[in-house]
């Protein structure tokens, strides 16, 4: 079975400070990875996602994450945060199969950037 | 722009009085989904459709029912609404032509039973 950790349910940060969100999975088949955000009261915006290559994934909106296979992790970070970035992120997994892929979100971090 | 519209945004309904929420998609994608996403928590598929294929996740309870007339719209039936429906229902989307992993989301309707 597959599951994910996001390790920290909020993270507070002063704007255009760096920032990384943590984000740990479990999975005993390869794996696509994905990061969402989502603002109040929208669904949910692709930031960035790893199918495969290249375990640096740059995304939207200045966001990066990094796979690594060893730690089972998938880290988002952004070197410098805006008032605009707050917002809920959500880090999932899927493994895709028969046409369609079952995303599995972990429980979401609140990013909250002051002034 | 090829999108997820989901209709209403908001919705009240009244403790067992029936309500559908609607979806629909410009973007021709085979594949539909529903999720339920209570505050503070993640999304929780619901159920999904591949064409007219219906699949249902195991703990989806039996008050939650679909219909896809056709490939654009998706409905969400919830037969008595209880408490502990209000959520967020976000619709998305995704196609298993190239790229297939990726899901394309809904603003999302949320609920609100009284």
């Known amino acids: 079975a597959q599951s994910v950790t996001q390790l920290d349910s909020q993270v507070p940060v002063f704007e255009e400070a760096p920032v990384e969100l943590r984000c740990n999975y479990s999975s005993s088949v390869s794996v696509y990875l994905f990061w969402y955000v989502q603002y109040p009261n929208q669904g949910l915006q692709l930031l960035l996602k790893?199918?495969?290559?290249?375990?640096l994934v740059k995304g939207i909106n200045g966001f990066e994450a990094e796979f690594n296979k060893s730690q089972t992790s998938f880290h988002l970070r952004k070197p410098s945060v805006h008032i605009s970035d707050t917002a809920e992120y959500f880090c999932?997994?899927?493994?895709?199969?028969?046409?369609?892929?079952?995303?599995?979100f972990g429980a979401g971090t609140r990013l909250a950037v002051h002034p | 722009d090829a999108m997820v519209i989901q209709n209403p945004r908001y919705q009240v309904t009244q403790f067992g009085k029936p309500v559908t929420l609607s979806c629909s998609q410009t973007l021709n994608h085979n594949v539909m989904y529903w999720y339920q996403q209570k505050s503070s928590q993640a999304p929780k598929l619901l159920f999904h459709y591949y064409d007219k294929d219906f699949n249902n996740e195991a703990d989806t309870p039996d008050n939650f029912q679909s219909r896809r007339p056709n490939t654009s719209f998706c409905f969400l039936d919830i037969r008595s609404p209880g408490l502990g429906d209000a959520a967020m229902y976000l619709c998305?989307?995704?196609?298993?032509?190239?790229?297939?992993?990726?899901?394309?989301f809904g603003p999302g309707t949320r609920l609100l039973v009284l």
């Open positions: 999932a997994v899927s493994s895709f199969s028969g046409g369609y892929n079952k995303l599995i």
């Open positions: 998305a989307t995704s196609s298993p032509k190239g790229g297939g992993e990726t899901q394309y």
């Open positions: 790893y199918l495969s290559g290249s375990t």
